[in-house]
């Protein structure tokens, strides 16, 4: 059989072990990536030497996790995961084994495992493939199959059900019967998984060409309803009584779908832009289904889910924006000054993701993407033709601030400054040629007299 052509730079990196006299193997994803023709993503390398004697090798390296025999080799601009062969054992918190034991081959280390084809390592000294649990045949057959008992591996980390998931979605592989059983059985060690780490899985879920694939695994297996059990609430909720279309579930993960892949605010908003549903549904006296307000309660589940999953303030802040504004619904016959003022409520950078997400809704219903709406392309015509135009569209863009309107129009600098400003901007959102600072100081003076201070 044909060795295989290791990436250069690895060639050179392992010559480094290898001279040392210590063997050297590529592991886990990029040989499972590289087999499948794809892009190898980081390398992880293990290898006989231990932390102490790769950290002598190497001239920058970084302590990752060196307790569990991993450290971090900066070579050559790029990042390698270097772990000494390992066995583990007795998983009593469910996170960590308690016991991480050395051991002396490959063949021992790759046992221990999460899936099959994430078990394929590469001797780096011969270009041989090195495959004890049968993983090229898995990557043939497009299965994800836990190695040797699929309970014991789910019961010793829980992280891997989510793995199991996530690389259903990334590979798009179905799970293996019997793995998916194991993973039914254990739902519990979800339980003891950090956040982070959950979050980090469904980010990468959330990155793959098919989110859906993953989250249908999650649904299947149970592992939505401890995870996200929110979006599971979602599944068999009809949107429209005695239509059947998609679920509110599955039209949520379409939506996912066909929202832009590399951008994962709008992929997330998209996932959870109708999460409000079940709570806002009612069915009035004619049959007739509403959902008023779902929105705002969608946004409001939003950010409990994702500060549940310790993502950063700022991103849970524009998902949930993201979702707030969802509904908006464009007219040819909204005037100039109406795409002023949506543009001002919305944010001039929310804009694009907020188009993104409203296709991406749009396309969910019909099953199919469609191209972009007539609507929305007129929308952002007509926003790009004011943006060139130079009209102000936020506070920041008026011809006065807060000092001018102070000096020139003695306004204090307290709340009520804040009421001028806005008010100001509202009539210039109404006439643009209003925006001429002696103008404004003039209408601020008028306004705050008439109807502000207090004699
Ligand atoms: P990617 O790098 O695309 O996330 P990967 O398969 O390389 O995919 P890593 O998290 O980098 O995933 O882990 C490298 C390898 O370490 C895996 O391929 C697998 O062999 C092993 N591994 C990682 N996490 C676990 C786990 N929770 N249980 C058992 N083995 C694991
Ligand atoms: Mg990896």
Request: net charge neutral; charged share 30%.
């Amino acid at each position: 059989m044909q060795p295989f052509r290791l990436p250069r730079v690895l060639e050179s990196f392992a010559r480094h072990l290898l001279r040392a006299g210590f063997e050297c193997h590529l592991v886990g994803g990029a040989v499972r990536n590289m087999l499948l023709g794809m892009d190898p993503g980081d390398f992880d390398v293990a290898t006989d030497a231990s932390p102490e004697a790769v950290t002598r090798l190497f001239n920058r390296v970084i302590p990752t996790g060196i307790r569990h025999g991993t450290v971090t080799v900066l070579y050559r601009g790029i990042e390698i995961e270097v772990t000494t062969y390992r066995s583990e054992s007795g998983y009593a918190d469910r996170r960590r084994p308690d016991v991480v034991q050395f051991v002396g081959s490959i063949g021992e280390d790759l046992a221990r495992r999460d899936f099959t084809i994430n078990a394929i390592a590469v001797d780096c000294a011969t270009g041989t493939i090195v495959d004890p649990v049968g993983g090229r045949a898995d990557l043939e057959r497009r299965v994800i199959r836990a190695i040797g008992a699929p309970e014991e591996r789910f019961r010793e980390d829980g992280l891997r059900l989510i793995r199991a998931c996530r690389f259903a979605a990334q590979l798009q592989f179905e799970v293996a019967p019997d793995t998916l059983a194991g993973m039914r059985e254990n739902l519990d060690s979800l339980v003891g998984v950090s956040p982070e780490r959950i979050r980090d899985e469904l980010l990468k879920t959330l990155a793959a060409p098919l989110p859906s694939i993953g989250f249908l695994v999650m649904a299947d297996s149970g592992v939505l309803a401890v995870v996200l059990p929110e979006l599971d609430a979602c599944r068999g909720v009809e949107q429209q009584k005695g239509m059947h279309g998609l679920d509110l579930f599955a039209h949520s993960i379409e939506a996912c779908d066909a929202a832009p892949r590399e951008a994962a605010e709008v992929r997330l908003a998209a996932l959870f832009h109708d999460v409000g549903k079940p709570q806002a549904k009612r069915i009035d006296k004619d049959g007739v289904v509403t959902f008023h307000r779902h929105e705002e309660i969608s946004a409001e589940i939003t950010r409990k889910i994702l500060g549940r999953l310790k993502c950063p303030t700022g991103r849970i802040r524009s998902v949930c924006h993201l979702i707030r504004h969802h509904m908006f619904c464009y007219r040819p016959e909204w005037s100039d000054a109406a795409v002023r003022r949506f543009v001002h409520r919305v944010g001039i950078e929310y804009v694009r993701p907020l188009f993104e997400l409203s296709r991406a809704d749009g396309a969910a219903t019909a099953g199919v993407v469609s191209p972009p709406g007539p609507d929305l392309a007129e929308l952002a015509a007509r926003i790009d033709r004011i943006r060139a135009e130079e009209h102000a569209l936020s506070i920041h863009d008026l011809a006065v601030d807060g000092n001018d309107l102070s000096e020139e129009a003695g306004i204090p600098r307290s709340r009520e400054m804040g009421v001028v400003l806005r008010f100001l901007l509202e009539a210039v959102l109404d006439d643009p040629k209003l925006n001429d600072r002696e103008r404004l100081i003039r209408i601020a003076r008028t306004f705050y007299r008439e109807r502000m201070s207090r004699p």
